[in-house]
């Protein structure tokens, strides 16, 4: 995923793949996603994210700690930094709804051209 080009879609989803890497690498995928994604694709990212102020919750956290153990580079994001991402590689119309159980999905769309 980082040194092949992504297939022609119209849909990127990401699952449990963020928090496995730095933001600088975070930033490389999600910059990559939205060159690879034609104007009206989508990406869905699917991670347990902390809350806003990355206290919580409990079982973020501990998923975290799990992260600085096993992995050199990874951690769990919020919403806000997610959606950050996302938005600065330029996608538009970034949402973040709760998933299934600590998991939740930031989704975002590729404007048209004429949209920017």
């Given amino acids: 995923m980082f040194q ?35 104007p009206g694709g989508r ?22 700690i799990n992260m600085l153990v096993w992995s050199v580079d990874g951690e769990q994001y919020s919403g806000r930094e997610l959606s950050g991402m996302l938005a600065d590689a330029g996608f538009r119309s970034i949402e973040t709804k709760p998933a299934f159980g600590y998991y939740s999905v930031v989704t975002a769309i590729k404007p048209a051209a004429a949209d920017g």
Wanted: no cysteine.
């Fill in 43 to 64: 990406i869905v990212v699917h991670e347990m994210l902390f809350g806003e102020d990355k206290t919580g919750p409990f079982a973020t956290a501990a998923f975290n």
């Fill in 4 to 38: 092949d080009a992504f297939p022609e879609a119209d849909l990127h989803f990401f699952s449990n793949i963020y928090h496995d890497w730095s933001r600088e690498k975070g930033i490389f995928l999600t910059r990559k996603s939205f060159e690879s994604l034609p």
